[in-house]
């Protein structure tokens, strides 16, 4: 069965210091890759989505950053954190082209302090 | 752009009582529709989907109607139960671009 892990869970960073938040998915190929944020009392934000290795699609203009270096794994990044930066992000997959459900990790909540 | 819009919450039923969460979608063309459940300190878990228009998804006793005329994918439950208690999202999905709207949070008292 396929399965996917998004870690850490929580995270306190400094503002200005760099972020690195890792998510694998188990059982399943070449995967739809995303993610998404979730600010307090907020719906869904897309970040990021992947239909392949190297295949970033950005969907807002920020200080992140992401990658996907294995087929399986994606991987969202900052250089420089900001207060505003403070949130829950969440990992998701999904396979094919045809809309498919969504399946996400348990999330990672992040506070910069 | 593609968007959902869904009722502002938060919304506070007493057990067994009836819920509804308006849903109403603008895209082009005709995107899967789903309700997601997230409970607290969790990611979000598929509750039901439907993929045409007057599809019905339903789990766990709670239904929605994909109606194409009113652009409208709202979620019922005839009789809700304190673990019920979450925050719901209606999404719409077109060519894998998943787009949620900002979630409702159902508080279910004894």
């Known amino acids: 069965s396929q399965t996917i892990h998004q870690w850490p869970a929580t995270l306190v960073q400094p503002v200005g210091s760099p972020l690195s938040l890792e998510c694998t998915v188990e059982g399943t190929s070449n995967p739809n890759l995303y993610w998404y944020r979730q600010a307090a009392g907020r719906g869904l934000q897309l970040l990021f989505y992947s239909v392949g290795i190297g295949q970033i699609s950005s969907e807002v203009p920020q200080n992140l950053s992401a990658s996907r270096p294995q087929d399986r794994q994606f991987i969202l990044s900052s250089k420089k954190l900001l207060l505003s930066d403070s949130g829950f992000y969440l990992c998701?997959?999904?396979?094919?082209?045809?809309?498919?459900?969504?399946?996400f990790g348990n999330g990672t909540r992040l506070t910069v302090t | 752009g593609d968007s959902v819009t869904q009722m502002e919450g938060p919304v506070t039923l007493s057990e067994e009582a009836f819920l509804t969460i308006n849903c109403t979608y603008t895209a082009t063309g005709y995107p899967s529709l789903f309700w997601y459940v997230q409970y607290p300190g969790e990611g979000l878990q598929l509750l039901l989907k439907?993929?045409?228009?007057?599809d019905k998804g339903s789990n766990k006793g709670f239904e929605a109607t994909y109606r194409k005329e009113t652009t409208s994918f709202h979620l019922e439950k005839g009789s809700v139960q304190v673990s019920d208690s979450a925050v719901y999202f209606c999404?719409?999905?077109?060519?894998?671009?998943?787009?949620f709207g900002a979630g409702t949070r159902l508080t279910v008292k004894p």
């Open positions: 999404a719409g999905a077109n060519n894998n671009d998943m787009r």
């Open positions: 998701a997959w999904s396979v094919g082209t045809d809309n498919s459900p969504l399946h």
């Open positions: 439907a993929t045409k228009a007057d």
